[in-house]
C-alpha cells in the first residue's frame, strides 16, 4: 500500500477549545502498534496581543501515571519550534517522537491569554505494524 491514507492513523489530542490561560492537557495516546509518532497543533485566529503557547511532551510506561518530559533527543523539531505566540494566527506546527515509551501526552499552556485563543492538536501515528490501517 503505497498510499499515506492505509499507512498512518490519526487520534484526536486537544479538541478544538478557546483556551484561556489554563494549560490544556491532552489526550494520552497510545503507540502500540506504531513505531512513528507526530504531533500537529493548529493555532486559529490569536486575538491578544501579548500571547504565548509553550508546548510540552511528556513520555511514560503507564498510560495512566509516571509522564515524565521528553528529552530533547527524542523529538524531531523542538518543544519551543511546536508552541506559538499571538503573532501566528493560523498557524500550525509539528513535533515528532522517537523515543522509545509506550505512551505520550501533550500539553499546550497558554500565558497572557484572556481566553481568545482557538488550538487544537492530533497524533498522526505511522510505520504500522499491521497495515491497512482502518
Known sequence: MRDL???IAVRPVI???VAD????????IDRLGF???AYVITAGTL?????????????????GSGFTAVADADLIGTEAAAGFTFADDGAVRK????GHKRYTRLTIT???NS???PVCAVAVLGHAARRPVS
Do not use: C, M
Not at 21 to 28: K, L, N, R, S
Not at 47 to 63: G, K, P, Y
Open 5 to 7: 491514507a492505509s499507512n
Open 15 to 17: 479538541a478544538l477549545v
Open 21 to 28: 490561560d489554563t494549560p490544556a492537557v491532552g489526550a494520552v
Open 35 to 37: 513505531e512513528g509518532l
Open 47 to 63: 486575538a491578544d496581543a501579548d500571547a504565548t503557547f509553550a508546548v510540552q511532551l511528556e513520555e511514560s510506561d503507564a498510560s
Open 95 to 98: 513535533l515528532g517522537y522517537i
Open 110 to 112: 497558554p500565558t497572557g
Open 115 to 117: 481566553g481568545s485563543a
